[in-house]
Each structure stands twice: as structure tokens, then as C-alpha cells.
């Protein structure tokens, strides 16, 4: 699939979101090896930890679908109204990435529009991370 078309759907999942609190919208789309896009937005609560974030949101509606493999994901999130900053994922949302998603090969596609956008693999953004094959020592 091309990038403006998982950018598209990051910006579609954006308007989806819940923020009274932050009135920061963030919308993820994920795209699965086998070409599906789930897409995902940050939900917020009045009690504030509970709070979701979009790119996680994505990722356990796949999970929960039995997706296991991912290739892509774009992020698109900016205060309410048009998108006009890049929103890089934040830590927890890395490592859960770090859980399905090999660190060379996964592109973290960080957008404001399909024309405007940075793109890291998630290696370049959780150097030496944690994750499953650390806990096979044996
Ligand atoms: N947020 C995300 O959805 N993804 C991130 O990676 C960073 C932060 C959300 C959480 C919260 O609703 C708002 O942005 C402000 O932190």
C-alpha cells in the first residue's frame, strides 16, 4: 500500500478521537503484512491514566483480530483542528511495537499530511529495545 493512503487513514482515525482533557488529537493507522489497515485514536478519561494512546489503540484491535505481523504504521497528531505538527510515539507505545514488530524492518511513518511526513524504522527510535527474544536466554 502507498504511504499517502496509510496517511489518509491516520488522519481519518484522527477525527475519531476522544480528548477533552488534552483537546491533543492523534490518529494511527497500521498496516499488516497481509495488506490490512486497522486504525486506531487516543481516548481519553476523566481519571487520566486510563487514557489510550491512537498508535496502541491500532495495535490491540489488530492483535485482538490475530494479527501478529505489521509493516507499517503512520501517526498523525497535532492540537484540535488541522494537523500541523508531527507527534512522534511515545515510549509505551514503542515498546509495544518492540512486542510485534521487527525493530530493522518496521517504518514509523510520523505525519501532517500525505505530502508532509518523517519516517523512521523503529530501531532508529527505540535503540536496543526489550523485547520477546530477550527472554529465550536458554
Ligand atoms: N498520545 C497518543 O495518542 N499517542 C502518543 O504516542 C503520544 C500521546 C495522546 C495521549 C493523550 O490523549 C494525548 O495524546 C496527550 O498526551
Same mark, same amino acid.
Given at each position: 500500500m502507498e504511504k499517502e493512503k496509510l496517511i489518509l487513514a491516520a488522519l481519518e482515525a484522527r477525527t475519531h478521537a476522544y480528548t477533552p482533557y488534552s483537546h491533543f488529537q492523534v490518529g494511527a493507522a497500521l498496516l499488516t503484512r497481509s495488506g490490512k489497515v486497522y486504525q486506531g485514536c487516543n481516548i481519553e478519561n476523566?481519571?487520566?491514566?486510563p487514557t489510550i494512546c491512537a498508535e496502541r489503540n491500532a495495535f490491540f484491535k489488530a492483535v485482538y483480530e490475530g494479527e501478529r505481523e505489521f509493516e507499517a504504521i503512520a501517526i498523525a497528531g497535532s492540537p !484540535?483542528? !488541522?494537523?500541523?505538527s508531527y507527534a512522534a510515539p511515545c515510549g509505551v507505545c514503542r515498546q509495544v511495537m518492540m512486542e510485534f514488530c521487527d525493530p530493522e524492518t518496521f517504518h514509523i511513518i510520523i505525519a501532517k499530511s500525505p505530502e508532509e511526513y518523517v519516517e523512521y524504522s523503529l530501531k532508529e527510535m527505540l535503540p536496543m529495545g526489550f523485547g520477546p527474544g530477550d527472554l529465550q536466554l536458554g
Open positions: 476523566a481519571s487520566y491514566t !484540535e483542528g !488541522e494537523c500541523i
